[in-house]
């Protein structure tokens, strides 16, 4: 860890954050009024008149959701003493879920937002699970108190059943929908209301209403309990005397267990009527950690293969990780990383690991949504972003070049749907490429391709929604307007059995001829095993060592292609078990070509089967509409797995083909006449029934 001196003073005041949440749980909203009560401000921006400070793209404000993570820094005084806050705002809507994955990778906490009426929803169950994988600490918000069917002890129990979380209230809410008007402070042992036609600035402190008294009581037992595990001391004292327990000690305690990830504070409030968010403020830096509080970061040194650790200090060699790339029409594009050690100066050079280069940042910013304050220096546990790189991608590490270190890369889902695009005009030919190229460079899991066969250029994503945004996106930034075709599944092979053969490869032309031959095994892969699981058991030199790279690399390059419908092969097994060679004709390419050709025979023999993605699906509709949406599920050859009630709504869940959901927003709605709302998000690939399998490849093979 760094050594106590002003460095080490300087990182305790900071907190890398992010606020995570399901679409529509007021996140944006929330964010804004973080911005206006640290002073960022002068005027809240509201997301429903598309005036919101974070939501800076067209798209963002005319759609009302948060499609990018944009990174704003901002200062709360608390103690008599000035934190810094880098505020990470990342998408709630499934689609973007890779935004918020590469937040998350580089924060060091999180506010988990719920809303007071829809409580736990399917993309907060997601998000959660992602912060449980980067091992985030994080306290969570109950919003939307003020609104009708607010029910904060009912989001706690949803908290406990859905997430498996240990959520402990550190305030329970006085009153809820129009009667919300504070809340009990269980740690401070306090109640307080805001005072009407302050803004939510002014908080007043008022005895606990004898109504909540008892109830406040047991939940301020609750909590010492549920923080007991870190402090018997607390414990018994609490047992001889509640009132001997200083705010100190509950602060203390209730932070280490935060950190340690045992247990969840929960606050409530009304971002939207200025209630409760100085005290979420308060509550950010009293428990969330700081770039100390967190484990030093490890990485592979490419030099040595090792693992080495990086700590949060700036005297320490310096490290950072690039967790997005975006596309600025003024100063070009913009790279936004975490630091890890170390430090930076603006105008000097990084080695990047992961290109091999070199790189000068002319310019280092602190970014406040889409505006810039340039830097001079940038140093460990800050987050900023750089102007002048040539070569970058998300997930790269930049480090110094004599001291190389490799931080953990971040892993992207493959996109599972895709269209055809054209310009409207061929003039825009060349526009198109370049705006898809830096879509492509900013989002890792868009991807653009041509089609061999029809020339036709293709893009990927992972639903509707995000290929729609990227195609408004091409209109709004780089003025191109695209005709584009209907939606396609990235539908992907699988052998099922697993089969013998023995392959020749031979070419006589006039002089050096080619040869090769192999015998192997090809079949699925282990459990637990993915991709190209290549054995190699070749005896006594009959396929020379040189070769036995080639044969791997001319199955994984044939597993691009499936021989049903020519879709890619994800996992496959090959053992090579024996071959031989001409100590003249064979080289490295027969030994490729050799496996490619043997792969396209031995894959028809092993019984490929066509896979399609199975997307989860949600649908919250009224108890009325219950019949229509299920009945309606089904033709779409859905598995339903739960319908659950909540008050006057039934949460049904289904695993569903994704061929078969395209344009479910709008027939749903026409359904239920608006009322229901659904979610999707990708779950995994399932063999085809035979019916679409002979559909698709029939489809696929009348096309050529």
């Not at 607390?234 to 209730?254: A, G």
């Not at 490419?302 to 596309?327: G, M, Q």
């Not at 006589?508 to 031959?517: D, I, S």
Request: net charge negative; proline share 4%; charged share 25%.
């Amino acid at each position: 860890m760094a050594t106590h001196n002003e460095n080490t003073s300087k990182l305790s005041l900071n907190r890398n954050i992010g606020i995570m949440a399901h679409i529509d749980a007021g996140k944006t909203t929330t964010t804004e009024r973080i911005l206006y009560y640290t002073g960022r401000n002068y005027k809240m921006g509201e997301v429903h008149d598309g005036g919101a400070t974070m939501d800076w793209m067209v798209q963002e404000q005319e759609r009302g959701i948060t499609i990018t993570s944009a990174a704003t820094t901002v200062y709360w005084q608390l103690f008599g003493k000035k934190y810094k806050i880098n505020i990470i705002d990342t998408p709630g809507h499934v689609d973007f879920t890779v935004e918020v994955e590469r937040s998350l990778r580089v924060l060091d906490g999180a506010v988990a937002l719920f809303c007071a009426v829809g409580g736990v929803e399917p993309q907060s169950e997601t998000v959660w699970r992602q912060a449980d994988k980067y091992k985030v600490p994080r306290i969570s918000f109950v919003n939307k108190m003020d609104r009708s069917g607010a029910d904060f002890f009912g989001v706690i129990e949803q908290m406990r059943d859905r997430l498996g979380a240990n959520p402990v209230p550190i305030q329970i809410p006085i009153g809820a929908e129009d009667d919300f008007q504070g809340v009990v402070d269980l740690v401070k042992d306090k109640a307080f209301v805001w005072e009407e036609g302050s803004d939510g600035t002014t908080v007043v402190e008022v005895p606990i209403p004898e109504d909540l008294e008892q109830i406040s009581q047991d939940y301020r037992m609750k909590l010492i309990e549920g923080v007991a595990e870190e402090s018997d001391e607390l414990l018994e004292k609490f047992m001889e005397d509640p009132h001997s327990i200083t705010e100190e000690e509950m602060i203390n305690v209730i932070r280490t267990s935060t950190l340690n990830m045992s247990i969840t504070p929960v606050m409530c409030g009304s971002a939207f009527k200025n209630k409760g968010v100085q005290m979420l403020l308060n509550a950010i830096i009293e428990f969330l950690p700081s770039p100390l509080d967190v484990e030093d970061v490890a990485g592979i040194n490419p030099k040595t293969n090792k693992e080495e650790y990086r700590s949060a200090d700036p005297s320490d060699n310096f490290s950072a990780l690039a967790f997005k790339i975006a596309t600025d029409p003024f100063v070009g594009r913009i790279c936004f990383f975490r630091v890890y050690s170390g430090k930076l100066k603006a105008g000097s050079y990084v080695y990047n690991v992961s290109t091999g280069k070199k790189e000068r940042i002319s310019r280092i910013m602190q970014m406040h949504a889409n505006k810039q304050e340039p830097l001079e220096v940038i140093e460990a546990g800050d987050i900023g972003a750089g102007v002048g790189f040539k070569k970058i991608h998300t997930g790269d590490t930049l480090t110094e070049d004599k001291h190389p270190i490799i931080l953990e890369a971040m892993s992207f889902p493959d996109p599972v749907i895709s269209i055809a695009i054209e310009p409207k005009t061929q003039k825009d030919i060349d526009k198109m490429s370049l705006a898809l190229a830096k879509l492509a460079e900013e989002d890792p899991t868009f991807k653009v391709a041509t089609d061999v066969d029809s020339g036709q250029t293709i893009i990927s994503g992972m639903g509707e929604l995000h290929l729609d945004i990227l195609v408004d996106r091409l209109k709004r930034e780089f003025s191109v307007e695209c005709n584009i075709g209907l939606p396609q599944v990235n539908y992907k092979e699988a052998v099922t059995v697993t089969v013998d053969h023995k392959e020749t490869y031979k070419k006589q032309t006039g002089g050096r001829g080619k040869f090769a031959q192999i015998q192997f095994e090809l079949g699925p892969v282990d459990e637990g095993e993915e991709g190209l699981q290549f054995i190699d058991e070749v005896k006594g030199g009959n396929v020379p060592k040189e070769f036995i790279p080639s044969v791997k690399k001319g199955f994984q390059n044939a597993m691009q292609n499936g021989v049903l419908a020519g879709y890619a092969v994800d996992n496959l097994k090959v053992t090579l078990k024996d071959g031989s060679f001409h100590p003249v004709d064979s080289d490295q390419l027969a030994f490729e070509m050799v496996a490619k050709v043997g792969y396209k025979i031995a894959a028809k023999m092993a019984k490929s089967v066509l896979m399609e993605p199975i997307m989860k699906v949600e649908v919250v509709t009224p108890e009325d509409y219950l019949g229509d949406v299920t009945g309606d599920l089904n033709k779409r050859r859905a598995i339903l797995e739960d319908v659950s009630a909540k008050v006057g709504y039934q949460i049904v869940k289904a695993k569903v083909p994704l061929s078969e959901m395209f344009g479910y927003v709008t027939s749903l709605r026409s359904l239920t006449s608006g009322r229901a709302t659904s979610s999707m998000e990708f779950d995994s690939f399932k063999e085809a029934p035979a019916f679409v399998s002979e559909e698709v490849i029939k489809k696929i093979k009348g096309n050529y």
